[in-house]
């Protein structure tokens, strides 16, 4: 967890998404970061998390990883929050918006998704069978991944300077963890839960994005009363990569308009 | 220009499928020989997504992970991915690619090269199916070593955990509590050296032994000496194979029980009282059992009344690795127990277990541990005077 930039600027805080870790929010951190005060972190299995905090068990529930962050603020005494979720991450910020508003006052969702897979009329854009085939994947590609890779991932050197920050190992998950964290990300369904929030809502989706497809953007804005919907002409998952100017001004103006 | 530095020909005809993509992710280029491996003609690919030519599992994967990976790194090494072709089978690839960028450091192409990886990725494929039945097979093993529930006597509760330190191999701990009479009944808790498919025989055959010779023998001594002649028995040619363990019997009294206990070299159980208090049950010295010759086994005898919980436990758990010592260098397990009794067994185990997980890569060794409660009498509970 790291508290970066303005320290007397509006909090906000970054949640990342499934196959990365809080580096993903480099570009639009170094931008902000001269206004706001910044909250980062990685998701417990993920990037330099405490492997001790781990259980398969318990990280097999969404409600288990929006605890952590509402935990994160309360930790940190944080309000006036304004909470920006990527992907995955998004549904996570729907429910530790809705469990403690009085800390999170805005809600900002990026390229978000209540549901992947397929359901009768709604379209989320997979099946289960497609998830399977990313499970499969991860296996594939973590076959090297061995023990001695776990402890380059946990040595995360904890230097406030903001262009050392970063690990070297970006995006490095311990397989184990990793499959859990799809699973239970991209088999979640969270659309009853959009309703229900609280507090002035951002959406930000990508033109062209092959996960949270345009209809999956319209529905989220619709179920969510009172919610902003703004579209990046953009394309891909990560608009805080390949855009990030455009997403961290995106975000600005949400958190403090001009 | 002789013709084997045909550039033209070195991109088209290369070994291996070669293409350029935008950082959108359209493909700019690609070479003949990629287009052949997916049937298609490269004019139909050029200015369609590279995405599209992935599996769609395979596509979130590069969506989430690897792309945002290739464009921070500016590179990507060796990724397995599956490629689509034009008749929708999966062609197995290792992709290798990086990031052209401009002046102002903006990604202008991305080059990405494809080697044909069917072989490879078939052997590996059956190098995961192995582990995974390797995995599966310790874990059933596992299992069928430990008992499905405990079966405590009327009047008292019973709680354990095992935590394993490798996810596939078979551990050498073990425990068990059964009856062996109306108000009679056998417990143990011990620790196989080793681990693996030989512990797990020693572990199965430590376990059918405890449980036959304490149907006949009431003395946990004796109990102790019949599994010692049985070990020595039965590997005698082989390598020794020796366990420590604690052994007891509960005998119901009017007011609690009776625990005769004996141990062959295993950490002394501990009592965490009623009344707040917690103390080792006194019974170090014993030795191991299976190795060695007339070996000696400790006994000792404890009551439990209302509201007091026996504690076992293997070594797992107090030579786990913290700092630079172990947990129990300076005698902080009794504190643990100190500090949490009175406790239940339900209770004390949790809190064991997420003490285990708190260890995190420090959990060396497999860690069991049991605990035998005798209920807190109905109305001391409701006693409280005012």
């Not at chain 1, 809600?107 to 990313?134: A, H, K, W």
């Not at chain 2, 590179?75 to 102002?104: E, Q, S």
């Not at chain 2, 009944?185 to 032994?209: E, P, Q």
């Not at chain 2, 797992?316 to 005698?331: K, Q």
Request: net charge negative; hydrophobic share 45%; glycine share 8%.
């Amino acid at each position: 967890m790291k508290v970066v930039g303005a320290a007397d600027g509006p909090v906000v805080m970054l949640a990342h998404g499934f196959g990365c870790d809080q580096t993903l929010w480099r570009g639009v951190t170094e931008i902000l970061a001269s206004r706001f005060r910044i909250v980062l972190f990685d998701h417990v299995g993920a990037g330099a998390s405490d492997p001790a905090a781990w259980d398969a068990e318990r990280y097999a529930h969404m409600s288990t990883y929006a605890a952590d962050i509402v935990d994160i603020a309360q930790e940190l005494d944080l309000t006036d929050v304004t909470l920006v979720g990527h992907s995955v991450a998004s549904m996570m910020g729907v429910l530790a918006a809705t469990a403690a508003p009085d800390r999170f006052t805005k809600l900002i969702l990026l390229t978000p998704s209540p549901r992947y897979i397929d359901d009768g009329d709604y379209r989320g854009g997979f099946s289960s069978e497609d998830i399977d085939e990313l499970l499969e994947s991860l296996d594939s590609n973590y076959l090297g991944w061995s023990a001695s890779m776990a402890s380059v991932v946990v040595n995360a050197p904890d230097r406030p300077e903001l262009e050392s920050m970063w690990t070297a190992s970006v995006c490095r998950t311990d397989p184990a963890c990793a499959r859990v964290f799809a699973r239970t990300t991209f088999l979640s369904d969270n659309r009853a839960d959009l309703p229900g929030v609280p507090v002035p809502t951002l959406i930000i989706d990508s033109a062209r994005d092959s996960l949270a497809p345009s209809q999956v953007g319209r529905f989220v804005h619709e179920q969510i009363p009172g919610s902003v919907r703004i579209t990046l002409d953009v394309s891909g998952h990560c608009p805080q990569i390949t855009a990030p100017e455009l997403t961290a001004e995106t975000i600005a103006d949400f958190v403090r308009p001009s | 220009m002789i013709d084997d530095l045909d550039v033209e020909d070195l991109y088209e005809n290369a070994p291996c499928g070669y293409l350029s993509v935008r950082p959108d992710m359209r493909i700019a280029r690609l070479n003949s020989t990629l287009a052949t491996w997916l049937g298609f003609e490269v004019d139909a690919l050029v200015g369609t997504d590279f995405g599209e030519l992935l599996t769609v599992g395979g596509r979130i994967h590069f969506e989430t992970h690897f792309g945002p990976m290739l464009l921070m790194n500016g590179k990507l090494d060796g990724i397995a991915l599956d490629l689509v072709t034009a008749d929708r089978r999966r062609l197995p690839v290792f992709i290798t690619a990086n990031v052209k960028i401009d002046a102002a450091g903006r990604p202008v192409l991305i080059r990405i090269t494809a080697l044909d990886a069917r072989d490879r990725r078939t052997y590996e494929r059956e190098l995961v199916q192995s582990r995974t039945r390797a995995e599966l097979l310790a874990k059933t093993l596992q299992r069928s070593l430990l008992p499905p529930a405990l079966l405590p006597p009327s009047g008292m509760t019973a709680a354990a955990h095992y935590r394993a330190a490798s996810r596939d191999e078979v551990g050498g701990d073990f425990y068990d509590l059964f009856p062996l009479s109306d108000d009679c009944w056998g417990f143990f808790l011990g620790d196989v050296c080793g681990k693996g498919a030989a512990a797990a025989a020693v572990t199965s055959l430590t376990r059918y032994t405890l449980r036959a010779a304490a149907v006949y023998d009431e003395n946990p001594v004796a109990v102790l000496q019949n599994l010692d002649s049985v070990l020595r028995q039965e590997f005698r040619d082989a390598n020794a194979q020796f366990c420590t363990a604690v052994f007891g019997i509960l005998s119901r009294t009017d007011t609690g029980f009776e625990v005769s206990m004996a141990s062959g070299g295993h950490p002394p159980p501990l009592v965490l009282r009623a009344d707040g208090t917690a103390h080792y049950v006194p019974m170090t010295g014993g030795q191991l059992i299976g190795i060695l010759r007339h070996a000696r086994f400790v006994p000792a005898t404890v009551t439990l009344e209302a509201g007091d919980t026996l504690m076992l436990y293997s070594d797992g758990l107090t030579e786990a690795r913290v700092g630079r010592g172990r947990y129990d260098d300076d005698g902080a397990l009794l504190e643990f127990a100190t500090a949490h009794a009175p406790a239940t067994p339900a209770a004390i185990v949790d809190d064991l277990r997420l003490l285990l997980r708190s260890f995190g890569d420090g959990l060396a060794d497999d860690a069991a541990v049991m605990a035998l409660g005798v209920s807190p009498a109905p109305d001391s509970a409701e006693s409280s005077e005012g």
